[in-house]
């Protein structure tokens, strides 16, 4: 029998939420200040993943202008109601958070099929975040999120709170009603979601904050209002076991100490549950794989897949019996369904974007990335630097492997040393390096630089390189565990060093000076400082896993 191996969705792809349609899975993912949001993944046997869409891809839907890395979508939930043969996604747009204030909004979108058109975001409400939707079976439909008390007596007792939405009007109802601040002692009780199974309202929450004593906490009740009875047995998935004391301002969001030797598969929690039509329970849960000795989570918090099983007493465990992630599971009792290999080739021939190339706060359009102009060639138009929080000219894509190459293809003609375009490794707008074609009046010409922007502070590395400045360029970026190194040719076959063994753990969770919830991307950029005018063409980008 074919195994799950754990991570399914590898690279930055937290906070998954997992449902089931008939034959069909999906699963949304977190997405913060990337643009478009919400990649929803589909599966027919829980093995086999591939990139559906993205949902939100109108400004309408999305407005990340301005905001701060690791803000933006925060945990949406996928939701799917049999009776309406409609899917629901809610989802929350963080603006600003400090440990009092948390200025967030939150929306709901619908859609009759996950490929279809999506709807305007309907509002709900701004009281915290992480909301999910609960479809009862008698109709009502329940909206339960983290309510964040900005009160200081009370930061260390924030509340999951539950409310009624009434469809009609797509708007909130009643009163929030307070249904749990923890089952267990690790604090930082959120992610919460709930579901119903044998009379039972299970509510699943994620606790001890996104690190090293995360876990995947139950409570139960007769009553979706409660009052929940939390489980006595402590989380019902984490990567590290016993009982942690914690709280909403002690500091167990990272915790290296409590790195677990005994699996790969760390910082487990966050979960979310289907069952196959053949009785079998899986949970998706986010978790981070640490490059060690470091220990700097490189790819971000990613996405990966256990068997549960429901003990006689009602309670979940991991399947076979424990409660630690592991690195494998046994796959379910289903037809396998894999998907044609991805190519590593994006040519820029279709006049539509891969979707798996992001743009960080959006939008993407013709103004900036255009595709028809030059048909098989992708043209961005320089303007503010990657260190910029609103108008940047980068497209990217998830790094999802320790050893990676990634090549392009240029053509620029810079003349001023206010133009640069090429090839980046980008984690936020405060952490990233660039090797780049720019103009160097020194030199009396075209150049190629290589720089880094971490911890807020600018470095140049290795020497410029003089070129014609009409002359195509290929540029190579090559990522191995915590180190990553730049190259050029002028040919495609012979490559030549621009910087190498650079120090890539200031692009990884641990290591950022902000952030510190995405992942390390890789992509095309340009930037034009003078007067925001300035094109560059690209003929390809080749990414290549390597392990």
């Known amino acids: 029998m074919e195994e799950i191996r754990n991570p399914i969705l590898p690279g930055f792809h937290p906070d998954p939420s997992m449902i089931r ?3 069909d899975y999906y699963i949304a993912v977190s997405s913060f200040e990337w643009f478009p949001g919400v990649p929803i993944y589909h599966s027919r046997d829980l093995v ?11 400004v309408e839907q999305l407005d990340l202008t301005g905001l701060k890395p690791s803000w933006g979508v925060w945990a949406p939930n996928l939701s799917y109601c049999e009776q309406e043969k409609r899917f629901y996604l809610v989802y929350s747009i963080v603006h600003n958070n400090n440990p009092w204030f948390f200025d967030v909004d939150n929306y709901v979108v619908t859609a009759s099929s996950i490929e279809g058109e999506w709807s305007g975001p309907y509002y709900l409400n701004s009281s915290g975040f992480d909301p999910a939707l609960f479809h009862d079976d008698d109709g009502r439909k329940w909206v339960v999120n983290k309510d964040r008390d900005f009160r200081p007596a009370n930061l260390d007792n924030r509340a999951i709170v539950v409310q009624e939405l009434d469809t009609a009007r797509m708007r909130l109802t009643g009163s929030p009603t307070v249904v749990s601040r923890g089952a267990t002692r690790r604090g930082f009780v959120e992610g919460a979601q709930i579901y119903k199974r044998e009379g039972w309202y299970y509510l699943i ?17 007769r009553s979706v209002t409660g009052p929940y009875e939390p489980c006595p047995f402590g989380p019902a998935l984490t990567s590290i076991g016993g009982d942690l004391a914690g709280s909403e301002k002690a500091d167990l969001f990272m915790r290296p100490d409590l790195y677990n030797p005994e699996t790969s598969i760390q910082k487990a929690g966050h979960g979310s549950l289907v069952e196959t039509p053949n009785g079998e329970w899986y949970m998706a849960h986010l978790c981070g794989r640490p490059v060690m000795p470091g220990m700097h989570c490189i790819l971000g918090r990613e996405t990966s897949l256990q068997r549960m099983e429901w003990t006689e007493d009602g309670w979940l465990r991991v399947y076979g019996g424990g409660v ?12 396998a369904h894999p998907f044609p290999a991805e190519s590593p080739l994006e040519d820029f021939d279709s006049p539509v974007l891969n979707p798996h190339l992001y743009a960080p706060r959006g939008p993407i359009d013709a103004g900036w990335a255009d595709l028809e102009t030059e048909p098989g060639r992708l043209r961005l138009r320089g303007r503010e630097s990657l260190t910029s929080t609103y108008a940047v000219s980068l497209l990217a894509r998830k790094l999802d492997s320790f050893h990676t190459r990634t090549t392009a293809k240029l053509e620029f003609q810079p003349e001023l040393y206010h133009h640069l375009a090429g090839i980046s490794c980008y984690y936020a707008s405060q952490d990233h390096y660039c090797a780049y074609k720019t103009f160097d009046e020194t030199l009396g010409g075209a150049v190629l630089k290589v720089h880094g922007f971490t911890g807020g502070a600018f470095k140049e590395y290795g020497k410029p390189v003089p070129l014609a400045a009409e002359a195509p360029v290929f540029l190579r970026v090559e990522t191995e565990n915590d180190k990553l190194s730049f190259f050029y040719s002028l040919d495609g076959e012979r490559f030549e060093p621009l910087a190498e063994g650079l120090d890539l753990t200031p692009l990884s969770d641990e290591g950022c000076s902000c952030g510190v919830f995405t992942g390390t991307f890789v992509g095309l950029f340009a930037q034009d400082s003078h007067t925001r005018e300035k094109w560059a063409s690209f003929d390809f980008l080749r990414y290549e896993r390597l392990d």
């Open 21 to 23: 349609v008939g034959e």
């Open 48 to 58: 086999h993943w591939e990139l559906k869409r993205n949902v939100l891809d109108t």
């Open 205 to 221: 929450t994620a606790e001890g904050g996104t690190g090293y004593a995360h876990c995947v906490a139950l409570s139960r009740s």
């Open 324 to 335: 630690i992630a592991q690195e494998s599971a046994p796959a379910p009792a289903l037809p």
